[in-house]
């Protein structure tokens, strides 16, 4: 058995001499395909190093096909096809040529790609915006020629004649010009600092205001009051409590208080509403109220009343 490359194409002949193939249709003797198999396992085999054939190969018969010069007469001829898999160390069909890339020729960040000629690799540059000639070492005429970044700014050309300045932190402007007024944080209590020409403003969370969110407010001051239903106001930095009378709830006490809803008795309890503001709490047996309503009583030992082994169901009143 021989093996042949095709030069440019990426396959590889395997085949084996001898006598001409009779015509198709006589059944193939079992030592022939176990031939034929070991061949195909042969034909893996022979693949470059950095190139992997396809599973399976193309039987090419040999009556009417072009045959490689030099091959002689064959029995058959399995194409396998491969991928080259160099690594980036090596280029070429059979990856067997030194990558002319890896020395990084290109400079100022310019792209380098590897091109094979015949036997030999050679490379070519493509130059980013503002540079030119093979290697990318000549500089056009563009707009960062002359620095137009100001303040340790770094410029970036969108067209030869068209540019934008990547400011370090405290600069801002078209060159890097202006000092950024929210530098220093000047929004105090969590606001935000928005730039607006060589000054700045403070967008204040809520709870405080002034020039730079450093003041208070006053929620109890605000008209009309932030407590409703009578409920008395006591500010905070930053906030405000209300206490609500007893027929009302909520942050700003605007909800009629309904003692059972939601149920204030643990551990399923049944509330029953007793009044305005008042109510009854049943516990299951084994719980009373400790600390608060149902509570499950444990340690306990005796028998016939609440606070002993036998747990009666316990009833509690509550008034808020």
Same mark, same amino acid.
Not at 84 to 112: A, D, F, M, W
């Given at each position: ?205 809520? %709870? ?90 444990? %340690? ?21």
């Amino acid at each position: 058995m021989g093996e042949a490359f095709v030069p440019g194409a990426s396959f590889i002949f395997l085949f084996s001499q001898g006598a001409a193939r009779p015509g198709a249709g006589r059944a193939e003797p079992a030592s022939s395909q176990s031939s034929r198999a070991a061949t195909r396992g042969q034909a893996r085999a022979a693949c470059p190093r950095g190139a992997h054939a396809l599973p399976k190969p193309v039987l090419v018969p040999d009556q009417g096909t072009p045959i490689p010069p030099g091959l002689g007469q064959i029995d058959d001829i399995f194409l396998y096809f491969f991928s080259p898999r160099c690594r980036s160390t090596h280029v070429g069909e059979r990856c067997q040529l030194p990558n002319p890339c890896q020395s990084s020729p290109c400079k100022n960040s310019g792209t380098c790609t590897p091109v094979v000629r015949g036997g030999t690799a050679d490379y070519t540059c493509a130059c980013r915006l503002g540079y030119t000639d093979e290697l990318c070492l000549t500089p056009r005429e563009n707009a960062c020629l002359n620095n137009p970044c100001r303040n340790g700014g770094t410029c970036e050309l969108l067209t030869l004649s068209e540019y934008k300045c990547r400011c370090p932190p405290g600069w801002s402007g078209k060159s890097c010009q202006q000092a950024d007024p929210c530098a220093s944080n000047p929004c105090a209590n969590g606001g935000q600092c928005v730039p607006f020409e060589a000054h700045y403003v403070c967008r204040c969370t809520a %709870g405080f205001h002034g020039a730079n969110c450093k003041q208070d407010v006053n929620e109890c001051n605000i008209s009309p009051p932030v407590c409703k239903n009578g409920g008395s106001c006591t500010n905070e930095v930053g906030t405000y409590q209300c206490s609500c009378k007893p027929a009302y709830t909520g942050q700003n006490c605007e909800h009629l208080y309904v003692p059972c809803n939601p149920s204030p008795c643990q551990n399923g309890g049944t509330c029953r509403q007793t009044g305005d503001t008042t109510y009854d709490c049943t516990c299951l047996p084994g719980r009373r109220p400790l600390g608060a309503p149902c509570k499950e009583v444990l %340690g306990m030992q005796g028998a016939g009343d609440p606070f002993c082994g036998s747990f009666s169901p316990w009833v509690a009143s509550s008034r808020t």
